[in-house]
């Protein structure tokens, strides 16, 4: 049995990068970038009005009200270049340039034009630099804005298209396939036969590979039966970067996905981790595919996948965070931990009214119990070794997908 913190460093250690390829901003969130993302321009490009109003020079409004001459309007796209003299004013849009020679925006609510007479009257004082985005306060045109490895999310793709990312580079999606052993096994169209159940692993693992960035394809559903699991295992190691396996690797006599990962000669990197739930996890590679055998217990499933299998997708697009977001909250209700083993509960998060965040374990019916882990949004991470948390304490959380 090896440290949780041990398996995965195995996974990153023989994981590795697939290439990059290109898509546009509109397909890019929840990619991994393989390219820094620099400032073709300064932003803002030109000094720019913030408001609607008047483009005023500040000494000439320090009483009020103060009667000046519109020289001209500057709208977003249509700018009025020319220099703004004292006693003038320029009539201006949000997000048109202001120009030379002022140096504030007096909002047009803070205004009367006189109709039709050329001259508006600005109601109030306004200082100098007032509703007025230097050119460049926000970025300077060079300056690297998203990093190499950083997950695209939807508040990046305004700064792909800004600044004319038509093309970017993201790592590769990893080609997953995900096949469920267990003779017990029917898909879920069937109606389950005495002693059968309905495969969920496959859906779980095609949902959790998703929000990975993988490319999911099923297998069909393989009995226990060692010769049916080398042929399907050798099949999809040939074909994809990853094969995702649940069921058939613990201790019982029927657990055949082991036995036959070993007997095609796959390398095995660890087969038991000092996990609960998930302890008979594998991790081996056989040809170029890394292969992962979790569980057939399915928040088994969920556990194993979310702290191995994700990080090696993440891993394999370039994520410089492939791993699930750590972070710390306070336990909501006892809990008991396991001596030989590190947990991750399942968990619901909230915050109390003093805004603190809360960490309560579900009804716990084993790793078995799908129905209790489906509104589970964290894991509540127990070090090995510790036998009862009391409510109240803080506890290291990790956030599922
Ligand atoms: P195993 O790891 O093969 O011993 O399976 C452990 C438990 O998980 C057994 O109760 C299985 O019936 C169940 N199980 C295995 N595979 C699946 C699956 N694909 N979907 C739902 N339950 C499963
Ligand atoms: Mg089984």
Redesign the pocket.
């Known amino acids: 049995m090896i440290p949780v913190n041990e398996a995965i460093a195995l996974v990153l250690r023989h994981t590795s990068k697939l290439e990059a390829e290109s898509v546009e901003p509109g397909n890019a969130d929840g990619r991994i970038l393989a390219e820094d993302i620099v400032a073709d321009s300064d932003l803002p490009p030109f000094d720019r009005a913030q408001m609607d109003g008047y483009a005023v020079r500040a000494a000439d409004v320090a009483s009020t009200p103060a009667r000046l001459r519109i020289a001209g309007e500057s709208a977003a796209g249509a700018g009025w270049h020319h220099e703004m003299k004292a006693g003038q004013a320029v009539r201006i849009m949000t997000g048109a340039p202001v120009p030379e020679g002022a140096d504030a925006v007096q909002q047009v609510e803070l205004t009367r034009e006189e109709n039709g007479a050329g001259f508006v009257e600005i109601l109030e004082p306004v200082e100098a630099g007032r509703s007025i985005v230097k050119q460049a306060a926000e970025i300077k045109a060079g300056e690297t804005v998203l990093r190499t490895g950083e997950e695209i999310n939807a508040a990046m793709i305004a700064t792909l298209a800004s600044f004319g990312y038509a093309q970017l580079k993201v790592g590769r999606r990893p080609r997953v396939a995900v096949m ?3 003779s ?2 029917v898909n879920v169209d069937e109606k389950p036969g005495a002693d059968q ?6 859906y779980t693992i095609a949902a959790y590979a998703t929000l990975a960035g993988a490319t999911i394809e099923r297998l069909p559903l393989a009995g226990d039966d060692t010769e049916e699991l080398k042929q399907q295992i050798t099949m999809a190691a040939g074909q994809f970067d990853v094969l995702v396996t ?5 201790m ?1 006599v029927y ?1 055949f996905t082991k036995a036959a990962l070993k007997e095609l000669g796959a390398e095995i990197f660890f087969e038991r981790v000092a996990l609960r739930p998930g302890k ?1 996890t594998v991790f081996a590679r056989l040809g170029k595919s890394l292969v992962f055998g979790l ?4 928040v088994s499933v969920a556990v194993t996948f979310n702290l191995f299998a994700r990080t090696a997708l993440r891993a394999m697009q370039g994520a410089t965070q492939p791993e699930m977001i750590r972070e710390t909250a306070v336990l909501a209700n006892n809990l008991k931990g396991s001596i030989d083993r590190e947990s991750y509960l399942p968990a619901v998060l909230r915050t109390d009214e003093k805004g603190t965040l809360l960490a309560e374990t579900m009804k716990w019916g084993g790793s ?1 119990d799908f129905v209790a882990f489906a509104r589970a949004t964290a894991l509540i991470n127990v070090p090995a070794g510790v036998k009862v948390i009391e409510a109240g304490t803080k506890v290291k959380i990790v956030h599922l997908p």
Request: glycine share 20%; charged share 15%.
């Open positions: 469920a052993t267990g017990e096994l159940i309905r495969d969920s692993n496959n649940s069921g058939g690797v613990s019982g657990d008979p569980p057939g217990n399915p078995s």
